[in-house]
């Protein structure tokens, strides 16, 4: 009985070696899908191994990120390669955005799931092994976010390089559409690692707190004062790092919360997912 090799298993080989389609389903199959031994499989047939195309740098590409007509959910994906040329393609970042539209319509539950989704010509994995192939990069979608809420806003930033989804508190108007839209660009911009202080890792608030005391000790402060200078800088972090003590990047008298209070009675962000190119 020959075993059922997926599309996606053949992809990775391929990228893995560069031979061919065909060879690489023959070889995952005669090996039972363990890839170092199809790997040497393929060289003892004599296959073509390329340089391992798993160790190039896929660092272009396109992300994009949309949202539902009723604005209750949102995706973002990454689809990489390897130049710039080929990830500013229009037919590239169509690809991407099909993908993400298929995730946001889906919802699978990783990416392994969004390969297997039916997009125009197969499914997602097939279609990478056809761009693959027809472009000779590595391609592959390597972030995907699912975000759910009441009132999930998109953003996409510099040509196709970032993307966000915000999840905002209140119902949908116009208002917090576009307060969501600059916070989403507030998010691209400044990169906040959490929404407010309590949803900042332990294990980030004690690496701050460890570099306050070295800094502090290293300027000659009495051991007695290190946790206060600590504690100190830590709130500064705070305030550089989470998004909603952030100063506005369209008007720096202001916070993110504040901003987003003066354009809606209890409009907050609940949420947010962010991600980038590189």
Do not use: W
């Not at 472009?135 to 996409?156: F, H, M, Q």
């Amino acid at each position: 009985m020959t075993m059922s090799i997926s599309a996606a298993d053949v992809n990775k080989l391929r990228q893995m070696t560069g031979a061919g389609l065909m060879d690489c389903k023959k070889a995952l199959a005669e090996t039972g899908g363990d890839f170092e031994k199809a790997v040497d499989f393929l060289r003892k047939k004599g296959a073509k191994i390329s340089a391992n195309r798993a160790d190039r740098d896929a660092s272009e590409g396109a992300v994009i990120a949309v949202t539902s007509a009723d604005g209750k959910k949102g995706a973002v994906i990454k689809l990489t390669c390897e130049t710039d040329f080929v990830g500013k393609n229009d037919a590239f970042v169509a690809f991407a955005r099909e993908i993400a539209e298929a995730a946001l319509a889906n919802e699978p539950a990783n990416l392994d799931a969004l390969k297997e989704l039916s997009i125009s010509g197969g499914t997602v994995a097939a279609r990478l092994l056809d761009e693959v192939a027809k472009i000779g990069e590595k391609i592959d979608v390597t972030s995907y976010e699912l975000l759910k809420g009441e009132n999930i806003v998109a953003y996409i930033h510099g040509s196709n390089r970032i993307g966000v989804l915000v999840e905002l508190s209140n119902a949908p108007s116009d208002s917090n559409i576009a307060a969501g839209k600059d916070v989403a660009m507030q998010i691209a911009a400044m990169n906040p690692v959490a929404v407010d202080k309590g949803d900042v890792d332990t294990a980030t608030i004690e690496r701050e707190m460890e570099i306050g005391r070295e800094q502090a000790k290293a300027e000659g402060k009495p051991e007695a004062m290190l946790d206060r200078i600590a504690q100190g800088k830590l709130e500064k972090f705070y305030k550089e790092s989470t998004l909603l003590n952030q100063e506005f990047v369209k008007d720096g008298s202001k916070t993110v919360a504040k901003m987003l209070a003066d354009t809606e009675p209890g409009l907050t962000v609940k949420s947010f997912r962010r991600v980038q190119l590189g």
